[in-house]
Structure formats: structure tokens, C-alpha cells
């Protein structure tokens, strides 16, 4: 469901993809050949993007440059009545009910970079900006619905009626877009904004259009999942797609990388559902349980254990996760803001440490097991070492004495 | 008359290309290099320091991203003294190990791989114990690191020493307690030109049609049924037709010099603040 309301949303369908499909459907042409990749928008959609050749209007100079100010002040007054307006909001840091479901982020990943923990070990992290993120629109479960190609069992769930939330990302040049969908900006009173994603929210976790969304929303210790769009690698193998073994390097020939048998002598046919090459990647995929282990809220960026859907650069949707052990127990409701922040109390150094001073780093939050960078290499002692389970069995085994 | 600002004319041209091939960078290379060593700046500083460039791939290129890595890597810098060293040199790196008695290792070998940028930068120590080759590969930036030596500063006629695999086993043999070589401040870094004898064949990869300069005389110890099977046609031979493999795959100057400045920058925000005197951007052959 989910999947349509982004496709909707995200990118504008390209002309030449559009005009295949509706010639697909006239009616002369029976057959497609593949799947129809639901990431590509349907193409009765409005499009998002409009192009105005550059020289279709006569402006001088002076006329552009009043322009490009208007609009970057335009932005800026954006961003700041949506500030101001979120410092009186009604946040606070609660319980989460069970039922309850937060607005996500939309984040755009920007590369993988390796961290350490305490105890030496790497772990290689995910590096997701959050920009500019502002809730756009928030439609009641009855409107939604009814608009859209799902059905009422989605906005009416066991959980309760589910509200929509969209947040945009990234603040990006008016001039490039629809009247109709520069519309949506003005009315929550946001910036225009590059990317869309769309959240199902329930009602005690609600936030009001035109709110901004900081990193913080999420807190570093919290499991996240994130949803995308994976990286499109065209056809490809078997040994590639599914991780097939392949077959031998040596006294074999022409089948290094075939998939080898696809079925039974009894019925002489392939059951459907035969892993075999064709086209992978494309599709819009979910990785749960993810670690947040630190998180930058100067630059507005969260590192996540692991890896996530989708090549650098692309845009993921980044929520609570669900599952029972790692949902998040307590946490800002509906979302951070900065009404807030609390100053962080001094930790207990040991006196001979250095300290940097704040002001010649960022503001950031670490795990308490994660490796920071700022101190000293690491030194084990004895009681790091792993201790041997059970006896020692390179040593005869002797029976007590019972004294 | 109209006369420029003071401010304008001491102005230095301060975009450099990296294209090989222009004619007007040959002509005053000298004036240039003279030029960045005044600003501080290191001529060889895509040499020295490989873990601060560009990754070659270009999707992989972000701003944000290069900027919040390279404030960890010299926050680590802060903390161990990293030295120059080239594959080639002949390195000491002393490291944590929690299931040691002593809880720490001492690995003494020769630098014969340095690959990867950023966080990510790895190197790899190679030395023959009790016969045995060993090699062993180290995260640049892993915190367990305690130490790491430069023995013997130097460089091989090759940047890759994978070969070393196939040489005769003196050819990658150094003595753990080796007593360091101080390298004269300065002066260039002597380029060691032993051409290594491999073992015969087979090899684990075919180094005879490899462009290596440091191997000696692979064809005539290949076996007879390569040379019947095979021209004697390098590997890579066509990328010297590749026009723009250098602009593909490193960095640019306008980077190199953009880099430098931040960690100049970074260097002297901590010496103000009095956390160390630790210099973080040096090099031994451009040493005043």
C-alpha cells in the first residue's frame, strides 16, 4: 500500500515510459513480456515536474536575479515560521503504547563508513542524511482511503483508523515543479520540497502539517526500519540473484555460472516459482531491526548498524521498528522538538584525560558501546580476555577425591 | 586611472588542473611546487596520505559524507602518530590483542599493499615467519592500533608488491627486532630498485603478462605451455591508450589542495586550544 503512495509521489512518470504503457493497454497488444516494476509511477498521474525552456520567456538580468532572492527568501521564511511554529507545539517524551505508531523520516543515504566498538571490533555503518525534513500534509484515514487505490482494511486496521503523514525532504528550487504540486508546499506553509514519503500514523501520535522533523526524532540505542528502493541491476544470473552455487571451474564447458536442473522427469514441466536469471533489483524492499549508534545533530545525520535497501544516494523511509523486542519503548511523542533539549551533564573524566573542548566538535550522540574517536586507542586487560567454557580439554580428566 | 585593490593583486591563481597532459603545468612545475610548499602544502601528498583521497568510485563521492570521515580520521590522527610510509617501507605496528598474555602484538614487515580511502584505508604487512609467509592486514584507523613504525623509510619501483607472494622467501624476510633507519629530513625518498626472483610456476597469478617493474624476468621461467598458449601481451596494456584514466580514478588538485587546508586548519584549531603539538600534515622530503 505503502508502495503505491510513494510511486505516487516520489518521481514524476517520464514521458516516453508513459506513452509504452498506454499503448500496452490500448487494447491491440495482448501480452507484456516481464513484471511491471510498481516503482515506476502509473502514468495517469499528474506529473510533479514541469520544464519551461529557458528561453521561452524574454527576462533581463536584473529580472532573474530579483527572482532567484525572492525565491531563496521565500524558502528561508519557510523554514523559519515553521521553527518558530514547532517551539510551541506539544511535544514530550512518553511511553509508547503498544498500538501507537510515530511519523518516520524521509533519508537520504550518503555511504557506508566503518566504526568501532569498545571492544575492537568493526562494524560497518550505514550514513543517512536527514534533510530539511517537514511533515507536508496529514489526511484523516476516511479521505485517504477513499482517494487511493487501497482498500478500507488498510486505514481501518486492527490497530485502529491510521492517518496518513507526508513529510518531505530537502528543500529544492519551485521553479522546477507543477503549480499543482508546488500547492501542497503553500498550504502547510514548508518549503517546496524534493522528495515525498508517506507514513501511517495513529491518532495519539499525530503531528501538525508544516512541523519540522530533526534526526532526534529517533534516539541512538533505537532499532529503526527502512524501507527503499534496491539497487537496479538490470538481468541478471542465477549465481547473482538467488546465490546459486554455480557449476565446477574445471572438466565442465559453457556451464560455469548456468543454474543446472530446473525439474523432475515425473511431469515435464518447471513449476512456477522456478528460481531462475531475469531481472533483479528495482523493488521496493523493508530491513528491519536496525541499530542507530550515532547520531550527528549538527549535520543532522544517523548512522545505522548495517546495511539498508537501495544505492547511495537514494531515498529511503526510515520508521519505529516493530518488532517486539526491539520496538521503541519510550521516546518523543509525536516527534522531537526543541523544546526538548536538555543540556547534556558533564560525564566523569578521569582528571589526566584530555578534553576537547565542545565548540571544536560537533554535537553528537554515541552509543555508549560505540568507539569514539576523540579518545585514546584502546587497552585490554585481563578480564577482556574470553574466558575458557567449561575444562580444559587438552588435560587428562582426573576424578576428585572426596576427603 | 583605475588602480586594483592591494587585495586583488597579491590574488594567486589558486585552480590548478590535474589533466596530465597540459602543457602550461609542465612548463612551470617547479614555480608551482615552490609555490605550495609556501602555502604549506605537500607536492606528494596523494603519496603519503592515500586514506584522504577521493574514493575512485565517483557515486561514492559526497561532501557531507568526506567531511564528517576525515574529522574522525584526524581526531585518531590526534591520538596515535601515524607516519609516512609507502608500500615499500618497511613497518612496525603494535596492536591490542585481548586474548594475548601480554595483551599486545608486535608485527614487523614489509608494506606491500595500501588500498581503500577514507575510514575504510588498509595496509598490508607481509614477512616470512619460520618459513612461512605471513601476511597480515590492518584497518588504518582501528582503535586497538597502539603503535605504528616506519623502520625503514623507502619505495619499490611498484605501488602494489603483490608478487612478493611468489618471490623467494628472502625477498620478504625481516628481522623482528630490526633497529629503525632515521630517514635525513629533506631528503627525497630513496626508491629501492631490487628486481625480486619469483619461484617457478605455477604462480597464483600470471605476473609474467603483469606490468610489474620490479619482478625479474618472469617470461623466460614461465612454463612452456603459457608461451605456446599465450602472446606476450600485458594485462592492462590498452589503458595507456585511456586519455582520462588518471582524471577517473584519483582525485583532483583543486581536492588535494582543498583537504590539505582542512587538516591545516584542524591542526592549528588544536594547537590553540592546547590539547597537542602533534603535527598532523608533514612530509619527510619537503621538510624545512
Known amino acids: 500500500m505503502l508502495r503505491s503512495l510513494i510511486s505516487s509521489a516520489t518521481t514524476g512518470p517520464t514521458q516516453e515510459w508513459a506513452g509504452r504503457i498506454l499503448l500496452a493497454n490500448s487494447g491491440y497488444i495482448s501480452q507484456q513480456r516481464g513484471r511491471r516494476r510498481t516503482l515506476t509511477p502509473v502514468p495517469w498521474l499528474p506529473p510533479i515536474k514541469e520544464h519551461i525552456p529557458k528561453n521561452s520567456f524574454d527576462l533581463s538580468q536584473k529580472t532573474k536575479n530579483l527572482l532567484d532572492d525572492v525565491i531563496k527568501k521565500e524558502t528561508l521564511a519557510a523554514s523559519a515560521l515553521a521553527r518558530n511554529d514547532s517551539q510551541e507545539t506539544n511535544v514530550a517524551i512518553i511511553d509508547i503504547p ?168 515425473g511431469d515435464a514441466r518447471i513449476w512456477p516459482g522456478k528460481r531462475m536469471p531475469g531481472h533483479m533489483g528495482y523493488e521496493w524492499r523493508t530491513v528491519s531491526g536496525l541499530e542507530i549508534v550515532r547520531i550527528n545533530n549538527d549535520k543532522q545525520v544517523i548512522y545505522v548498524k548495517g546495511s539498508v535497501p537501495g544505492d547511495i544516494g537514494e531515498t529511503l523511509l526510515l520508521k519505529d521498528c516493530l518488532q517486539d523486542e526491539k520496538r521503541l519503548k519510550s521516546g518523543p511523542v509525536p516527534t522531537w522538538a526543541p523544546t526538548l533539549e536538555t543540556i547534556q551533564e558533564e560525564s566523569e573524566l578521569s582528571p589526566e584525560e584530555i578534553v576537547v573542548p565542545k565548540n571544536l566538535l560537533f554535537n553528537e550522540t554515541f552509543s555508549s558501546k560505540l568507539f569514539r574517536f576523540t579518545s585514546p586507542s584502546i587497552v585490554f586487560t585481563d578480564a577482556d580476555a574470553k574466558r575458557a567454557t567449561g575444562r580444559d580439554k587438552t588435560k587428562a580428566k582426573i576424578a576428585k577425591v572426596k576427603k | 586611472m583605475f588602480r586594483p585593490a592591494a587585495r586583488e593583486v597579491v590574488k594567486l591563481p589558486t585552480r590548478y588542473f590535474s589533466c596530465k597532459s597540459e602543457p602550461t603545468r609542465a612548463v612551470t612545475a617547479t614555480k608551482k611546487a615552490s609555490r605550495e610548499e609556501i602555502a604549506g602544502l605537500i607536492p606528494a601528498f596523494p603519496e603519503i596520505y592515500p586514506d584522504f583521497l577521493q574514493s575512485p568510485v565517483w557515486n561514492r563521492r559526497n561532501a557531507l559524507k568526506e567531511e564528517l570521515e576525515r574529522q574522525d580520521m584526524l581526531e585518531r590522527r590526534m591520538n596515535i602518530d601515524i607516519p609516512e610510509f609507502y608500500v615499500g617501507s618497511i613497518v612496525a605496528v603494535t596492536s591490542s590483542d585481548k586474548n594475548l598474555g601480554s595483551k599486545e602484538h608486535r608485527f614487523v614487515g614489509i608494506c606491500i599493499r595500501r588500498e581503500k580511502e577514507g575510514l575504510l584505508h588498509q595496509f598490508t604487512l607481509r614477512n616470512t615467519i619460520e618459513n612461512i609467509g605471513v601476511e597480515v592486514l590492518y584497518d588504518l584507523y582501528n582503535p586497538t592500533i597502539k603503535k605504528i613504525e616506519t623502520l625503514k623509510l623507502e619505495k619499490r619501483l611498484d605501488s602494489d608488491l603483490s608478487y612478493l607472494v611468489d618471490a623467494l622467501p628472502e625477498y620478504s624476510t625481516f628481522d623482528f627486532h630490526m633497529e629503525p633507519q632515521a630517514h635525513p629530513a629533506g631528503t627525497p625518498i630513496p626508491v629501492n630498485e631490487c628486481k625480486v626472483k619469483l619461484k617457478n610456476p605455477p604462480w597464483t597469478r600470471r605476473w609474467e603478462i603483469s606490468s610489474y617493474r620490479g619482478i625479474d624476468d618472469t617470461w623466460t621461467q614461465a612454463t612452456p605451455w603459457y608461451k605456446r598458449k599465450l602472446h606476450k601481451t600485458l594485462v592492462n596494456d590498452y589503458e595507456k591508450y585511456d586519455l582520462i584514466a588518471n582524471y577517473r580514478t584519483s582525485s583532483t588538485k583543486e581536492q588535494e589542495v582543498f583537504v590539505q587546508t582542512q587538516m591545516q586548519k584542524f591542526e592549528k584549531e588544536r594547537h590553540a586550544a592546547g590539547l597537542t603539538r602533534r603535527r598532523i600534515l608533514k612530509s619527510a622530503a619537503s621538510y624545512k
Open chain 1, 98 to 265: 503498544h498500538s501507537s505508531r510515530r511519523v518516520g523520516l524521509v533519508v537520504r543515504k550518503i555511504g557506508m563508513l566503518p566504526q568501532w566498538t569498545n571492544d575492537g571490533n568493526r562494524i560497518l555503518c550505514t550514513v543517512l542524511e536527514v534533510d530539511e525534513n517537514h511533515v507536508v500534509s496529514v489526511t484523516s484515514p476516511d479521505s485517504w482511503y477513499k482517494a487511493s487505490a487501497v482498500g478500507k482494511r488498510k486505514a481501518f486496521n486492527r490497530h485502529g483508523p491510521m492517518w496518513r503523514v507526508t513529510v518531505g525532504a530537502g528543500n529544492d528550487d519551485p521553479t522546477k515543479y507543477t503549480l499543482a504540486y508546488r500547492r501542497q508546499f503553500a498550504r502547510a506553509g514548508v518549503p517546496t520540497k524534493e522528495k515525498l514519503g508517506c507514513f501511517l500514523v495513529t491518532e495519539d501520535a499525530l503531528p501538525h502539517a508544516g512541523q519540522p522533523l530533526d534526526a532526534r526524532h529517533f534516539a541512538v540505542g533505537q532499532h529503526v526500519t527502512a524501507t527503499g528502493k534496491t539497487i537496479d541491476w538490470g538481468f541478471q544470473g542465477g549465481m547473482h540473484r538467488w546465490g546459486m552455487r554455480g557449476q565446477p571451474t574445471r572438466r565442465t564447458t559453457k556451464s560455469h555460472r548456468r543454474i543446472g536442473s530446473v525439474g523432475s522427469v
